[in-house]
T-cell receptor, first 112, second 115 residues
């Protein structure tokens, strides 16, 4: 069955540094991959979607890469700020193509 | 972006009672909505896909008679947790998409506590 792994449960970095989060998946070849941000006690908020024919996508300080050979996506936040502290989730469409399934998430803490 | 509203945000109920959670798409029509459950420090687990005008599709291991889903209109899906037990205490979140193969919009979530 499909499996999504976000290797680090927690990542602590200093303000101004670049945060890099990893998402690996197995037993599946998704047409696209998505990243979401979730704050405590809230629903996830969409950040970026990258399709299988795209190597990289950017939005302001965010950058996502998608390597379908390695079955991996990297999510970067440059010039990180304390306000970026949250849990970041990667998501793929399920094999039925009907819904999103999520990784466990990486909780990022940016200290000033 | 599109807005999905979920109500209530918190509910406490007694064991054995039923609780209804509403999920509304405020500025778009959603033929399909999704219900997730999230335990502390765990990922969102898909419970079911709610289809307007037809039966919901439940994921393996989710009891359809316990978690009743009704999608009576293009903007409203409801999840009813029947005969709730303390182990049903969790964070329930709904989502919807404006179009297929695009991003999902999530409700604020409902924290259910069964005592």
């Amino acid at each position: 069955s499909q499996k999504i792994e976000q290797n680090s449960e927690a990542l602590n970095i200093q303000e101004g540094k670049t945060a890099t989060l990893t998402c690996n998946y197995t037993n599946y070849s998704p047409a696209y991959l998505q990243w979401y941000r979730q704050d405590p006690g809230r629903g996830p908020v969409f950040l970026l979607l990258i399709r299988e024919n795209e190597k990289e996508k950017r939005k302001e300080r965010l950058k996502v890469t998608f390597d379908t050979t390695l079955k991996q996506s990297l999510f970067h936040i440059t010039a990180s700020q304390p306000a970026d502290s949250a849990t970041y989730l990667c998501a793929l469409r399920n094999q039925a193509g009907t819904a999103l399934i999520f990784g466990k998430g990486t909780t990022l803490s940016v200290s000033s | 972006g599109a807005v999905v509203s979920q109500h209530p945000s918190r509910v406490i109920c007694k064991s054995g009672t039923s609780v209804k959670i509403e999920c509304r798409s405020l500025d778009f029509q959603a033929t399909t909505m999704f219900w997730y459950r999230q335990f502390p420090k765990q990922s969102l687990m898909l419970m079911a896909t709610s289809n307007e005008g037809s039966k919901a599709t439940y994921e393996q291991g989710v009891e359809k008679d316990k978690f009743l889903i009704n999608h009576a209109s293009l903007t409203l899906s409801t999840l009813t947790v029947t005969s709730a037990h303390p182990e049903d205490s969790s964070f329930y979140i709904c989502s919807a998409r404006v179009q297929e193969n695009t991003e999902a919009f999530f409700g604020q979530g409902t924290r259910l506590t069964v005592v």
